[in-house]
């Protein structure tokens, strides 16, 4: 395929958003980056080693996108992804050995051994998952803006979804509720050229870009280049001001690159693309190197400074390892907790008539 | 007492809960300024203004699943579909997302929602609008299922169903909406209100020779067959209206077995699967004793719901046929 990378000017590093950035913040930004690669790096190594089960979708290649965006969240920003939803989560500030416990399918886990690795949760930090189903989040993420525009709170929801999703119904169905309704929502595209194995191009029918289909919905849109983090900060800023400022949503379509299969079990990941094409990105639009190389440039970090950040993040996702090794399985009973609020909280409502039906 | 229709009973609750919480709100096709296709929130739109009674396109997915993420932030929002047999479009969002989302997160989030409409067959609409879902909905743990068979019981299951912080499947019925029964006014409650909690069957019939066990529009098909059973034959039946299906009831029904020895599940369900085989395998394990007979079941033909109207008329349980299987075992 050709390169989805389209090479501009770097005015965005130049954009208020990015020039009010303290040194701790860009550092912060920095090491936001690292963590997530390295805790992918590692749950990798731990699933390779059979410590996980089921699909492991790596974020690997696309961090500066989840990280460039929840770096512009305030507090009442709401953010929903689908099932590639490591990176988001660390993002947004979810303990990393709660992260990997939950893939060691462990009772110390963010969803307590109940959802594992598509499904992260933090509503404490206004993230909304972590969903398996294709564009299935996308409503939900409507939902989010709807709920923040009937509450008359100032914010906006950024529902994210990967290019293979822009073909799902409820994808367009979002689409058009949130520019009917006016809902303060970004909908995000990560588009990482495949959708699984099949490629843009085999997939997808578009004018000139995915994200220019918002045109049928009279809804704005843009496509951002997301190996550079201050580009996806620049224009997700100006989407996420529409939306909390004017309640108007916005497609947002940010390229990147992921360096893994679809998930690990993707056997065919030198097939419908080759390995000299995954080497090329790695070598010359890595999402952390050019980052890295912005803040050596401005003299924010040096080469130490870097490796520290780096170090540090492998220590903690080793140990995060360690601890999700360590940490007890669910118990049986824990399979009927969690099921209905009512009887959880054991209200009279959760105490009348039969819930379950287990002889 | 007043009379009350089933519809009107529905729009007392919604106008209630409307007035108690002001995160509760309706959304559907056409409840608002069309004053609802089957007139159930008539008036509201006008009394509430356009955010609290709301419109939307036909876009079952698109909503419902709005309506879910919503509820993630507290919102309550009913939601209509406009006949019940529209889950298949938006399944995704009602199973996975409102049913799936507590669990997956570890008890993280819950979804105080409400999908509401009517899930009846019988009016001549064909295979695709006279879907009744209750059997396929109660089999995902994390749902709620509720199917009144009167006004009264529609009025106080509703209000319970918008308090609940469980997703509640709500299903009504178009044959029943223009029905009237009793319900009192609220000044007459000694609450002040009518509340009707899920998971509380109500005997809508004493009976001592056979039981009954029926839901929504079916308790009125065996209500007829019991007058018959009692009036020709000497039979009587007691009728038990489970009102609500998950959660269920299962004291009520197997005290009746108790009793009466006999059973027979009767409703609109086709039979694989359908509710009266859950009732049937439960009564025959925890009431073996009991039984003084095979336990049967009535469930709708199986078949998809034929068009032609006499044809479809006897597709659905008859008290005809109620009264003739009871007779195979009293």
Request: net charge negative.
């Amino acid at each position: 395929m050709s390169s989805p990378i389209q090479n501009k000017p770097a005015s965005h590093t130049k954009a208020a958003i990015n020039v009010s950035l303290s040194v701790e913040k860009k550092r912060g930004l920095y090491r936001d980056l690292c963590r997530i690669r390295r805790f992918e790096q590692i749950s990798l190594k731990y699933y390779n080693a059979g410590k996980m089960g089921g699909f492991l979708h790596l974020y690997i290649g696309q961090e500066a996108v989840a990280v460039g965006c929840v770096s512009l969240m305030g507090e009442n920003d709401h953010i929903i992804t689908a099932y590639r939803d490591h990176g988001h989560a660390l993002a947004v500030g979810m303990d990393m050995n709660a992260c990997m416990a939950e893939l060691f399918g462990k009772r110390t886990g963010c969803s307590k051994g109940k959802g594992g690795s598509m499904h992260y949760f933090a509503p404490d930090k206004n993230y909304w998952g972590g969903h398996g189903i294709v564009a299935g989040q996308t409503p939900l993420g409507t939902g989010l803006a709807f709920g923040l525009k009937y509450k008359g709170l100032k914010g906006a929801a950024m529902c994210f979804l990967g290019d293979g999703a822009v073909n799902q119904g409820s994808f367009h169905e979002s689409l058009n509720l949130a520019a009917l309704f006016g809902l303060p929502i970004v909908f995000i595209i990560e588009n990482n050229g495949y959708s699984m194995g099949t490629s843009q191009k085999r997939s997808s029918a578009y004018p000139g870009c995915l994200a220019e289909r918002a045109v049928g919905y009279g809804m704005a849109w843009k496509q951002l280049n997301g190996e550079d983090l201050y580009e996806v900060r620049a224009g997700v800023h100006d989407a996420l001001e529409r939306a909390r400022n004017e309640n108007k949503p916005t497609l947002l379509e940010i390229t990147t690159y992921r360096y893994q299969g679809h998930s690990v079990a993707d056997a065919n990941k030198f097939k419908y693309r080759t390995k000299e094409e995954v080497e090329r990105y790695e070598r010359e639009h890595d999402p952390i190197h050019i980052f890295k190389t912005h803040l050596l440039k401005e003299g924010v970090l040096d080469e130490a400074g870097v490796a520290t950040i780096d170090q540090a993040a492998i220590a903690e996702a080793e140990a995060s390892a360690q601890f999700a090794g360590q940490s007890a399985y669910p118990e049986p009973a824990e399979i009927f907790d969690d099921v209905y609020w009512e009887v959880d909280q054991k209200t009279e409502a959760g105490q009348t008539g039969r819930h379950f039906f287990n002889d | 007492m007043r009379r009350l229709s089933y519809r009107h009973a529905l729009r007392e609750a919604f106008d209630e809960e409307l007035a108690r919480d002001p995160m509760v709100m309706l959304m559907g096709e056409e409840v608002a300024q069309y004053n609802g296709a089957y007139k159930v929130t008539e008036g509201l739109w006008a009394k509430w203004g356009d955010k609290r009674v709301m419109d939307t396109p036909i876009s079952e997915a698109g909503f419902i699943g709005m309506g879910v993420g919503a509820s993630m932030l507290g919102v309550r929002p009913v939601m209509e579909l406009m006949f019940w047999s529209f889950y298949t479009v938006a399944w995704d969002q009602i199973i996975n997302n409102a049913g799936m989302v507590r669990y997956m997160s570890g008890g993280l989030i819950n979804c105080p929602i409400v999908i509401r409409g009517p899930a009846n067959s019988g009016t001549n609409v064909g295979a695709t609008h006279s879907h009744t879902p209750e059997n396929v909905i109660a089999q995902f743990p994390g749902m709620k299922c509720v199917v009144p068979a009167t006004a009264y019981d529609a009025k106080g299951l509703m209000k319970a169903a918008i308090r609940d912080n469980d997703p509640v499947m709500f299903m009504e019925n178009t044959l029943l909406y223009g029905e009237e029964w009793d319900v009192p006014d609220n000044s007459e409650l000694p609450d002040g209100e009518l509340v009707i909690p899920l998971g509380v069957a109500d005997i809508k019939r004493e009976g001592s020779d056979i039981t009954l066990v029926c839901h929504g529009r079916a308790v009125h098909t065996c209500l007829k067959a019991a007058e018959i059973l009692q009036s020709e034959h000497g039979i009587s039946a007691e009728v038990v209206d489970l009102r609500s299906i998950r959660p269920l009831d299962e004291e009520t029904i197997f005290n009746s077995v108790r009793k009466t020895h006999r059973l027979i599940c009767v409703d609109e369900n086709k039979p694989f699967g359908s509710i009266g085989s859950q009732i049937a395998a439960m009564v025959q394990q925890h009431c073996f004793d009991e039984l003084d007979a095979p336990v049967l079941r009535v469930n709708s033909l199986d078949a998809p719901a034929f068009y032609s109207p006499p044809l479809e008329k006897i597709q659905n349980p008859t008290p005809e046929v109620v009264v003739a299987r009871a007779l195979e075992i009293c």
